[in-house]
């Protein structure tokens, strides 16, 4: 443990002693100029909930606006403008964000490292994506342009053309939207450098690279996915502002240009980004199912080779958002096929964490519980999927609210149930408290419950013939009460998340302290100090196995003896 | 604690089973007319597709209850008893074989899955167009339909006419689908699967309708400000009343002396450069042919039934109905707007 | 207690790490790649769909001396190379400088290819398809040339003022690793844009 160990000459902490509190001018200039791995990941945790709450706002605002037929709570144009942001909002500032927060402050402590590969290019990247968010909601009360029409995005999240171009989207709106993810994109492919090269060429003696906890290696798999995914993105948006700006004709229909161009770069980012957001779900899961059943993760070599195989597949499949553009039908089948693929080694992982929790001694602290749900919704949404992959049906289905609930059971269903699960998990480890249990409790059970009111119900809306992106639908149309149950749902799921912020801001202060390892876990953060020193260890951790704790507590019957 | 967690696995798997099957038995049932639903077919592809639909609900539910199955039972079953939490379990690190079955048996499913679906989208897609079929042109507009059939002289906007067609003698309707703007779909659940609408980018679809009445659905792809508000209206006609319509449709406007003034504002007023009537010096083509507007029931794609109110609040301020939508508010002067009304009133 | 088990003494010396800065910098080369595909696939999809306006093979030179000194680049910077390795300080900012002068060729054989196509032959980005896939495609490697030649340039400055030694040899290899990637782009962005697009 850090704190019992003889400090070795070079790794004493020469951090400021503790003869005087430091100001709060002091405090503040010091998360603002930090290259420290574990501030800039708190940074981008806290950075990302700010933007949950934000597009969470902007959910209940839509929901309020649907839960009736023919409703004016808001215009056409400011609804299309709430859908727009809340989606690009929670893809960009919340998903993104919280993951690389996430491995930001995990990897160097999971791998027995002092710090990021690259910390300064880590803080710049922040910074980055930080400015690209807020350069974003600027566009609220920005510039209009000359034509006065402008203000926020609402070209959708997806941006088609030509919709984007400047015939049909005067003002600035458009050019908010392509600036702000530009930049924030330089940031997360920062960050993402930043992670293989601290996995590659950082990790303590005797880590190979399948001896990496399972967090670690998938937000790797993660971080190189990243890097191929993002950058068509940014392509796509240099080519649209071209076309906007320089009387470019990229998407120019009138010029002989491809609007079906547009969709086929956005998919090629747009497809793999979901896998970049859910990955890291994988990841916090494979951390928080085995220590709470008290096992080990069953099949840890296929667990690695499925999560590889998912990302290699995914960029395969891109066109399956695009069944109802004309393609020709052989290349429809081709989609169909590369689409239900990925779903193979999604279901491996789906076997393998009920494999462990089979002959388990499963505890319900609240990360379980959280992550016991991710496992029900998980395999829904992939059957759900599974469903969309079918062409024909897929006709049908398509831009409904078949699909809007979907992909909710995805991101949020899956993503974001496994980052409450790794928040309840490591904010001991990250503060020294644990969350209050109580208000978890509250937390989870709310949230649950409004997010299936919500998101079952919205399956049926889809099948009733209800289509996405509409501001408001006639009365005669039988999705009356369907729209008012899924939108009071979403009063529920607002509350819990409420409790949610309350709770992380009052155990701070409140909560009972944690020591080092409050979860008789494995992995080497849980043995330095909660919070850990700015060091993370005093000397470099050397291992043996894939659970470096577990061969500490049970010497007698170490994992390496049976790690093949 | 552990009862939680066994609470939470049975609610689960329960009430998602009863909300389920509850749902399906409403949803097959709600089929009026008014309520577009996918499992309430009323054409050859929409039913084809809805078989196919229950085929793979059949699959992907046996492997929810499967796995879903499993897994309550292991929530329930292996939860830590008080007693015996001093000791961990036995490891269990994997197993080569359990990985190749769970492997080889998803491999199967896609493949059984696959060649289902791609059956369907051969047989769909590339459908040979027969020579009993009607032809429809269909013009994507921000946010309106522009109809035309192109052989029999027609044109028209937003509700369509087609005529029923049967097993015995198929009389199906294949639209070619364009767009003047930007991208559009045009999405008739109980028809057909959506097909988009793309500018410089021509598509096809077609429908099979097999029983009379009239089926509703919407532009389904986002396309602007009044996207909610581009809705369709397919009116499946038997031969009879489809014969009857088309004759109407061909003839030229009205022309009603009684509201002759009302003609020459129309004509002066600069209505004539976006909308069309024929017979008459309107050639218009931005916005709706007007040239038979009392034979729909809607105005505005949908936003207003068509009454001599509505109508002439629209012509007056379209955005009281359809805020955002391309026609602009005249400004012209209500006994301007009372003749204009007048006038577009009898255009049968 | 220490961290974990103890370690056999032997294992201590063997744990070799790949080097960051290549790591890093491939990873870079790795997202690059991604935007340039996009670039190229955008550039060939759209090859003969110009509605109007100068095609390819009217307007377009091939620039052959300007192609043979940005690759000879290749070879001037791998010579400085392995002129740091040896700690000869001098002879690397000779070959540095040489990488720089090739580099500043190609630019300059960029602007005058320019000049041409916008001021004789009227092909600007806005002209068509064709105007529009070029000059953002070649913009976008001629962009990537610059901030090349910018960051030679800064090593260039510390090799004459003596503050590079052989010490940061693994240093000035990622650099280069950069500049080889940048003439990399420039084959494939040649063989799309004057071999198959013409």
Request: glycine share 8%; with cysteine; charged share 10%.
């Amino acid at each position: 443990m850090a704190e019992n160990s003889v400090p070795l000459p070079g790794s004493i902490d020469l951090t400021r002693s503790r003869g005087y509190a430091p100001t709060v001018l002091e405090r503040l200039h010091g998360w603002l100029v930090t290259v420290d791995h574990k501030r800039l990941g708190i940074l981008y945790v806290t950075y990302g909930i700010l933007f949950l709450l934000v597009g969470g706002a902007e959910a209940i605002a839509i929901r309020i606006q649907l839960a009736v037929p023919r409703n004016d709570f808001i215009s056409a144009q400011v609804y299309n403008r709430f859908f727009t942001m809340h989606g690009t909002t929670m893809v960009f500032l919340v998903g993104m964000t919280i993951i690389f927060g996430f491995a930001n402050y995990l990897v160097p402590l999971q791998i027995g490292a002092r710090d990021m590969a690259f910390p300064r290019l880590n803080a710049f990247s922040f910074w980055l994506t930080a400015f690209g968010g807020l350069l974003l909601y600027y566009s609220f009360i920005g510039g209009s342009g000359l034509s006065g029409a402008g203000s926020a995005p609402d070209v959708g999240w997806f941006a088609y053309a030509p919709l984007t171009a400047r015939a049909f989207s005067p003002g600035h709106s458009t050019d908010y939207w392509a600036l702000a993810l530009i930049v924030s994109g330089f940031g997360t492919l920062g960050t993402a450098i930043n992670i293989v090269t601290t996995v590659l060429s950082m990790r303590c003696k005797g880590m190979t690279m399948m001896r990496l906890p399972l967090f670690t290696w998938l937000m790797l798999v993660d971080s190189g996915l990243t890097l191929i995914t993002i950058t068509p993105l940014t392509a796509a948006q240099i080519m649209l502002l071209i076309d906007r700006y320089l009387g470019g004709h990229f998407f120019d229909t009138q010029a002989g240009g491809s609007a079906v161009a547009w969709m086929h770069f956005f998919w090629i980012f747009g497809h793999p980004e979901v896998y970049v957001l859910v990955l890291p779900a994988f990841a916090i899961a494979n951390e928080v199912i085995p220590v709470f059943s008290r096992k080990a993760i069953f099949g840890y070599p296929a667990m690695v080779a499925a999560s590889v195989g998912i990302a290699f597949i995914s960029l395969s499949v891109w066109a399956h958002h695009m069944f109802t553009v004309g393609m020709t039908s052989f290349s429809n089948a081709f989609f169909v096929l590369s689409t239900e693929l990925v779903g193979i080694p999604t279901g491996i992982k789906i076997f393998n964490w009920l494999a462990t929790i089979w002959g388990g001694k499963i505890r319900f602290a609240t990360p379980m519980l959280f992550a016991i749900a991710f496992l029900f919704q998980f395999l829904i949404a992939g059957l759900t999927g599974i469903m969309l992959s079918i062409a024909p049906w897929n006709w049908q289905l398509h831009n409904s609210y078949f699909v809007i609930a979907h992909f909710h059971y995805v991101l949020v269903g899956a993503i974001v149930f496994c980052i409450f699960a790794g928040v309840y998990y490591w904010y001991p480890k990250v503060t020294g408290r644990m969350l209050n249990d109580t208000l978890g409790k509250w937390h989870f059970w709310l949230f649950l419950i409004g997010f299936h009111v919500t998101f079952d119900t919205m399956h049926f809306l889809g099948i009733l013939g209800m289509p996405r992106s509409i501001y408001t639908y006639e009365p005669d149309r039988g999705w009356k009460t369907l729209n008012m149950i899924t939108s009071a749902g979403g009063i529920i799921q607002g509350i819990a998340v409420l409790i949610f912020a309350f709770n992380l801001f009052w155990s701070y202060f409140h909560g009972e302290p944690a020591g080092d390892d409050p979860w008789d876990a494995w992995t080497l953060e849980w043995q330095t100090s909660s919070p850990p020193p700015v060091y993370n260890f005093a000397q470099d951790p050397v291992v043996r196995s894939r659970r470096p704790l577990w061969d500490l507590k049970h010497p007698e019957d170490p994992d390496w003896e049976y790690e093949g | 604690m552990y009862s939680i967690g066994c609470a939470i696995s049975i609610l689960m798997h329960r009430s998602i089973l009863s909300t389920f099957s509850s749902a399906v038995l409403w949803i097959t049932a709600n089929s009026t007319q008014a309520s577009p639903s996918l499992m309430a077919p009323a054409s050859t592809p929409a039913h084809e597709i809805q078989k196919l639909a229950w085929f793979t609900l059949s699959i992907t539910g046996g492997i929810f209850f499967v796995v879903a199955g499993l897994l309550t039972y292991a929530v329930i079953k292996y939860r830590a008893k008080e007693a015996d939490r001093l000791s961990e379990p036995a490891q269990i690190y994997g197993s080569t074989q359990i990985e190749l079955a769970w492997t080889v048996i998803p491999v199967l499913i896609v493949i059984v899955l696959f060649l289902t679906a791609a059956r369907l989208i051969f047989a769909i897609q590339d459908a040979p167009e027969p020579e009993s079929a009607v032809d429809v042109t269909v013009i994507g507009h921000q946010f309106w339909w522009e109809f035309r059939y192109p052989k029999l002289g027609i044109v028209t906007a937003n509700e369509l006419h087609v005529p029923l067609s049967s097993s015995e003698a198929p009389v199906p309707t294949y639209l070619s689908l364009l767009s003047s703007d930007v991208d559009h779909s045009f999405w008739v659940p109980q028809l057909a699967g959506k097909t988009d609408l793309i500018p410089n980018h021509p598509n096809a679809t077609w429908i099979d309708p097999l029983r009379p009445g009239l089926y509703v659905g919407q532009c389904a792809q986002f396309c602007g400000a009044q996207h909610a508000m581009m809705l369709l209206r397919v009116y499946v006609d038997t031969p009879e009343e489809f014969s009857a319509w088309v004759k109407n449709q061909q003839q030229q406007a009205v022309q009603d002396p009684a509201v002759a003034g009302g003609q020459r504002v129309f004509e002066t007023e600069a209505c004539i450069n976006c909308h069309a009537i024929r017979g008459t010096v309107a050639t218009g083509r931005f916005g709706p042919d007007l040239t038979h507007l009392m034979s729909r029931e809607t105005l505005g794609a949908g936003a207003a039934p068509n009454t001599a109110e509505n109508l002439r609040a629209w012509i007056k301020n379209p955005g009281t109905f359809k805020n955002g939508c391309l026609m602009p508010a005249m400004q012209l002067e209500a006994p301007q707007i009372n003749q204009i009304t007048e006038y577009l009133a009898t255009l049968r | 207690m220490s961290a974990t088990t103890g370690m056999p003494a032997a294992y201590e010396g063997q744990w070799r790490l790949p080097p960051r800065g290549k790591v890093g910098m491939s990873s870079l080369i790795v997202g690059e790649s991604a935007i340039f595909t996009i670039f190229v696939v955008a550039y060939v999809f759209y090859i003969g769909k110009s509605l109007s306006g100068p095609t390819p093979r009217q307007v377009l030179e091939v620039p052959i001396f300007a192609t043979i000194c940005l690759l000879s680049s290749s070879f001037t910077v791998w010579m400085a190379e392995r002129a740091i390795r040896r700690n000869r300080v001098s002879t690397f900012a000779l070959w540095l400088g040489g990488t720089i002068c090739l580099g500043l060729v190609f630019l300059g054989g960029t602007a005058i290819e320019w000049h041409k196509l916008i001021y004789q032959d009227r092909l600007t980005i806005s002209t068509n398809l064709f105007g529009t896939t070029y000059y953002s495609l070649v913009g976008l490697h001629a962009t990537h040339v610059v901030i090349g030649l910018l960051m030679l340039t800064i090593v260039f400055l510390f090799a004459v003022t003596r503050r590079v030694r052989g010490q940061h040899a693994e240093r000035i290899t990622v650099l280069s690793m950069y500049w080889h990637f940048v003439d990399a782009v420039w084959v494939v962005v040649f063989t799309v844009v004057y071999v198959i697009g013409r």
